[in-house]
């Protein structure tokens, strides 16, 4: 049976928006001394901008319409960015076919053109070399039937809390290890990670190539202590299921990222993370 004190601990946490699924949970965040961290809509706001169009053979505009008609029917950050930068309406007609490539970008038939938009690794695997801009931000490249057209840079901003929610994990919580992972680009990773603290970075990640990372933390942790992994995305859904404690995001998180996860933090709010190890810790000295 289960010690009451852990009703309590479920209970106290639930009133804060912290929903924990099982007091196996309550015990494994009490141990938590690894945690890794998704960047796009977990420690950055998730809401970019399109801040540059750089086109190498054609006009801007068109540029950008490709780009637009490419992530027509895509809901991830960067296609509503795009989409929201070109602001002009779409004939679906024009869009004969689109496949989104998980961690790359997509890949659309437009004006019966073959399109490919994302980010070098995609252009890489299309014999395509692609231009090197010097900003910080999230590069995304367009190719049209084989030529390469030009870039987008499109740049989210840090939410307000990360920075403060990184030094309460290490400083009163005593994490070990702060991580990120995440899909974007090397450059970014580094500057996100520098500027919040984070002590151990790994970028351009396939969704599978978390899973490895996430394992690999799991080897390096001892058998007392725990890891969890902070996700919203789709694609996070493999890794929260992975490592010890998945922790997704209730408001802005996808279905399939809540319904993998562990603990959901009902309102988003990141500060809520070392308030529920907290919680936890206290919780388990009343249990045992
Ligand atoms: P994250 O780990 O930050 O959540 P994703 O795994 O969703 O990132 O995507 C990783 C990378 O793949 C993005 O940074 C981008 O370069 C590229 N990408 C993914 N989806 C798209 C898209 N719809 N359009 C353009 N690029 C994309
Ligand atoms: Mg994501």
Known sequence: SVPLGFFSGIGAASKLGILIKGSTYIE???????????????????????????????????LLEYASYAEYYSNHPIACSIKKAFGEAIDEQRITNTKEIAG????????????FIGNHTLMKEQGLTVAIPEEVGTIVHVAVDHKYLGYL????????????????????????????????????AHYVAKELGIDQVYSELLPQEKVTQVEKLLLASDKDHTVAFVGDGINDAPVLTRCDIGISMGGLGSDAAIEASDIVIMDDDLKKIPLA????????????
Request: hydrophobic residues 35%.
């Open 277 to 288: 190890i907290s919680l936890c810790r206290r919780t388990m000295t009343i249990v045992k």
């Open 153 to 188: 840079v499109i740049c989210d901003q840090i939410k307000p809390e990360s920075r403060q929610v990184i030094r309460d994990l290490k400083e009163n919580c005593h994490l070990k290890d702060t991580v990120l992972l995440t899909g974007d680009q090397e450059k970014i």
């Open 28 to 62: 494994a965040l009490a141990k938590i001394n690894t945690i890794a961290f998704d960047k796009t809509g977990t420690l950055t706001k998730g809401n970019f901008k399109v801040t540059t169009i750089q086109s190498l053979t054609t006009n801007e505009h068109e």
């Open 104 to 115: 790359r970008g997509i890949k659309a038939t437009i004006d019966h053109k073959t399109v």
